[in-house]
């Protein structure tokens, strides 16, 4: 669970970084790679909730 908390931090930090530089500089390329980082994300977060789920449960 640790492993996959730090996994998201990652990600976030990669999104954050990526989405200043399309918006602020209009880097198209980190655009594409934010919109990456983002659905690594959305999966990293899916998989958080089944873990949490399962460790509430015992």
């Given at each position: 669970?640790?492993?996959l ?54």
């Amino acid at each position: 669970m640790k492993d996959l908390v730090k996994k998201i931090e990652e990600n976030m930090d990669l999104f954050k970084f990526n989405a200043e530089a399309q918006v602020v500089k209009g880097n198209k390329a980190a655009g594409a790679r934010a919109r990456k980082a983002a659905l690594d994300l959305m999966k990293d977060l899916k998989e958080f909730r089944k873990v949490s789920v399962e460790e509430a449960k015992k």
